[in-house]
């Protein structure tokens, strides 16, 4: 077993990392919870390959422990799912001592983080992730939010868990597709800031543990430096701006990490236009994305995307922060104004 400290200003917790974690779920949320009760919530993919381990590990551990199981997918992260969650922790009378399990991915693990940030002003939750996305990215940090119909993650609370348990055995039950939607966040943190990482993953040859923790470090490092998102934070969002417009374009047809990929591979050809990244490193990562059987382009415009690019929650004082590979190792956060984004955005279609 793999542990990584993350250390904010706000909290303190483990990320716990090895093959069988899940049926140790009571012991940890006895240990960081004063939890007399706990509710699993968890999606229909899921619940029924992990949640009786997980309901019998709380109940083993001595909490009474409920679920709530939702549908599957990004229309899950809205606002009726929130309300109908928090009236199911008032149904359980759950008090603000309890805790919430997030078991699932990014859907699940979003969702209900903001219910714990919220319900009596803020409960404990512990996260289990299940996807190798959820797992390397969204299980840590504490970024909650459910979705508006009009952009992604409107919503939300930075909010950190209690604990975080990654159980590496349940991605073997992943989709091929959302494994693979998960490297994209993997190579994500490569060009970000670990080229050692990205040539590993150019190589093959490593286990699912340790390239989580290598992520998951990272993370903690990012995220103690910079816990609201105003410095170093942002960089975590490579391919994320002309990603979103890609995934919300697509009615949430590309799944979240497809979109990364697009996104990412588009940045790296605007970047290597506007004079910012040598051709050598662009090709690097659209192979690399490639050989992951992500995709790399879109058929959706410029007009298209432009309108969506415009409600990034990034643009403050009327710029947008664009993340900019400047090498393969190395990004850097460049405010960009409504006319040059246009640029960029012409760009990205190298
Ligand atoms: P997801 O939660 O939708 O899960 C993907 C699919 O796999 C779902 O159908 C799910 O039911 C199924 N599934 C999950 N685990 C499984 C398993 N072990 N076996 C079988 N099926 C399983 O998708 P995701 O990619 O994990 O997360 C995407 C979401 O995460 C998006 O909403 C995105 O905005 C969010 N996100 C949040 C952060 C953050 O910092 N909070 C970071 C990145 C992404
Ligand atoms: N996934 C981006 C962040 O946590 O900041």
């Not at 229309?75 to 009726?80: D, Q």
């Not at 149904?91 to 969702?111: E, Q």
């Not at 993953?201 to 816990?227: H, S, Y």
Request: hydrophobic share 40%; with cysteine; proline share 3%.
């Amino acid at each position: 077993m793999k542990v990584v400290s993350v250390n904010t200003p706000s909290a303190a917790y483990e990320v716990k990392i090895g093959a069988g974690l899940l049926d140790s779920l009571g012991e940890e949320v006895r240990a960081r919870t004063k939890a007399g009760r706990a509710v699993v919530v968890s999606g229909e993919n899921v619940f029924p390959l992990y949640g009786k381990r997980a309901l019998e590990s709380l109940r083993n551990a001595g909490i009474r422990a409920e679920s709530v199981v939702f549908p599957s997918g990004e229309e899950t992260k809205s606002l009726t799912r929130y309300g109908e969650l928090l009236n199911s922790l008032t149904d359980f009378r759950m008090s603000r001592s309890d805790c919430l399990v997030a078991l699932g991915g990014g859907v699940t693990g979003d969702l209900t983080g903001f219910a714990a940030a919220t319900y009596q002003r803020g409960i404990a939750y512990v996260q289990v992730p299940t996807t190798l996305l959820a797992a390397v990215d969204s299980s840590v940090g504490g970024k909650t939010a459910v979705n508006l119909p009009a952009a992604k993650n409107q919503v939300g609370a930075f909010y950190q868990p209690a604990a975080v348990l990654c159980d590496t055995d349940t991605l073997s039950t992943l989709p091929p597709r959302e494994l693979r939607a998960g490297y994209a966040e993997v190579i994500k943190y490569g060009i970000l800031g670990d080229a050692d990482l990205f040539d590993t993953l150019q190589q093959g040859g490593f286990t699912p543990e340790n390239i989580i923790e290598t992520c998951v470090r990272m993370k903690a490092d990012i995220v103690a430096e910079d816990e609201h998102d105003f410095g170093r934070r942002r960089l975590l969002n490579l391919g994320h701006t002309f990603g979103h417009a890609v995934e919300a374009r697509s009615g949430y047809q590309l799944l979240h990490g497809e979109a990364v990929a697009v996104g990412t591979a588009m940045i790296a050809r605007a970047a290597v236009r506007m004079g910012m990244l040598d051709a050598h490193s662009r090709d690097a990562i659209v192979e690399t994305l490639e050989s992951f059987g992500l995709p790399v382009r879109t058929d959706y415009g410029a007009d298209e995307l432009y309108e969506l690019l415009l409600l990034d929650k990034k643009i403050s004082s009327g710029k947008l922060s664009l993340i900019v590979p400047l090498g393969i190792g190395w990004c850097e956060a460049i405010p960009v104004d409504r006319g040059k984004l246009r640029q960029w955005l012409e760009a990205a279609y190298d």
